[in-house]
């Protein structure tokens, strides 16, 4: 199965479902990002994410159990990709976690993933997991047989993953400039089965998300590396996030579901860049207002991508009418970018993230004190400033507070006189001038005696 040693620092772990895989992922990564839960089989998707051990940086995946191997033969297709998933993270693998019940011993299960990782050559540990108490460590001798090393851990109770991970480190390939590396997170967000999975494969060119035609089959935020090597020659470093598809609340029921709405809430959050996805054919719906409001809520940039356009535009649509429609309806959101991709086909996918690279470098634009105070100064005149009681808002001077979205305080005799119009008006005015579009620009009015006031995006 194996291909040889891989170069990157990944550690898969696998096991059969409900097994705590899952727990012992966010316990490696000291953060709740894989949904835990008593139900077999929550997790579908590779998950993965940087942690830190003793001193040494690497990526943590996290998989569908194993079980789905067996249910693969009643050609179940959202089962055979969590096979499949399985498979291809322990290929990149440079070390396996195989985590087993310590308090269910040896199940048949169990020795087929012992036999799989046999067959991999891949270095691999047993975490023995569920060993709440010392006294139950020796019931690790079950587990012996298969040879590989055995560990008793409790990753609930954050006992014995030390001991764990000083046996896996050594495995790993030498740290490079790689690990750790800081990634500007993209989230791809939008319904359900509107191709967010599908354009992250295309985009990487790997099968790292399940894609499948039921809609709901990614339950967690996904995040994927992805390098993107630019037209100048240059690499830029990306964490690629696809969400769980945000349903109607009334349509959530589960509370494995109503956890992927919050990890795709705070994907969102979480995130430097947001696209939102949309299928060509059903347009924006009041769901994907909600999605747009909350983008707008967290001051997130954002691209727009209209997929399965190659099944829409042979209706004879146009884009540019489409595109008309759609800024209308997503009117609060300003000047952002809207593309027009087919994730099955590959139509735009390259010059959509080449624009996703573009709003991203806007995102640290640096805004020169006098062309600022320029452009806010010719604003005022041309646009009557505010009345209220007879006062008049006045405008001192501006600067630039902050960066990653743009950040400008401006400096006025009475902050409670500005409005959203006016703020509307003026923001237009500075976006256009410093090329910002697909960015949230975020003004911020203080009194000429420095006491911070209103704020306005």
């Not at 839960?37 to 998989?63: C, I, K, N, Y």
């Not at 108490?133 to 079950?142: R, S, V």
Request: glycine fraction near 8%; aromatic fraction near 6%; charge should be positive.
């Amino acid at each position: 199965m194996s291909n040889g040693p891989p170069s990157e620092r990944i550690v898969a772990i696998v096991g059969r479902p409900n097994v705590g895989k899952s727990a012992l992922f966010n316990r490696l990564v000291r953060r709740r990002l894989a949904i835990v839960h008593s139900e077999e089989g929550v997790t579908r998707d590779r998950l993965m994410a940087p942690a830190e051990w003793l001193g040494q940086r690497f990526e943590v995946v996290d998989t569908g159990g194993l079980a789905m191997m067996d249910r693969a033969k009643t050609g179940d297709q959202i089962q055979q990709a969590t096979a499949d998933q399985v498979h291809a993270a322990i290929e990149d693998a440079a070390a396996v976690i195989f985590t087993v019940d310590l308090k269910a011993g040896v199940q048949a299960l169990d020795e087929e993933v012992a036999r799989l990782l046999r067959r991999s050559g891949r270095p691999a540990v047993v975490a023995a997991n569920k060993a709440d108490l010392p006294e139950w460590d020796e019931q690790t001798a079950d587990f012996a047989s298969w040879g590989f090393p055995v560990f008793p851990v409790s990753a609930s109770h954050n006992r014995g993953i030390e001991g764990l991970m000083e046996a896996v480190l050594p495995h790993l390939p030498p740290e490079t400039g790689e690990a750790g590396l800081e990634r500007l997170r993209v989230a791809v967000t939008g319904r359900p089965n509107v191709g967010k999975s599908s354009y992250i494969n295309r985009l990487t060119g790997k099968e790292r998300v399940i894609v499948s035609n039921v809609p709901g089959t990614t339950r967690d935020s996904i995040p994927v590396p992805f390098t993107l090597r630019a037209a100048d020659g240059g690499e830029r470093h990306y964490m690629l996030v696809d969400t769980a598809g945000m349903r109607k609340q009334g349509r959530v029921h589960e509370s494995v579901e109503k956890f992927s709405l919050f990890r795709a809430e705070a994907g969102i959050a979480e995130a430097d860049i947001v696209v939102l996805m949309m299928d060509a054919e059903a347009g924006p719906s009041t769901q994907e207002k909600k999605v747009a409001a909350l983008i707008r809520q967290h001051h997130k940039a954002c691209v727009v991508l209209v997929n399965k356009w190659d099944l829409a535009k042979g209706s004879g649509v146009k884009e540019r009418d489409y595109e008309s429609q759609m800024r209308k309806e997503l009117f609060f959101l300003g000047d952002i970018p809207i593309l027009f991709v087919s994730a099955k086909s590959g139509h735009g996918i390259r010059r959509s993230f080449d624009v996703i690279d573009t709003v991203a470098t806007r995102l640290g634009t640096h805004l020169p004190t006098g062309v600022l105070n320029r452009v806010i100064r010719d604003a005022f005149e041309k646009s009557q400033p505010p009345f209220s009681r007879g006062r008049q808002l006045k405008f001192y001077y501006a600067t630039q507070t902050g960066r990653n979205p743009p950040r400008v305080t401006l400096f006025v005799n009475q902050p409670k006189l500005s409005t959203p119009s006016h703020q509307a008006f003026l923001s237009a005015r500075l976006r256009a001038a410093f090329d910002l579009a697909g960015v949230p620009l975020i003004l911020r009015y203080r009194s000429s005696h420095g006491e911070p006031k209103a704020e306005a995006r």
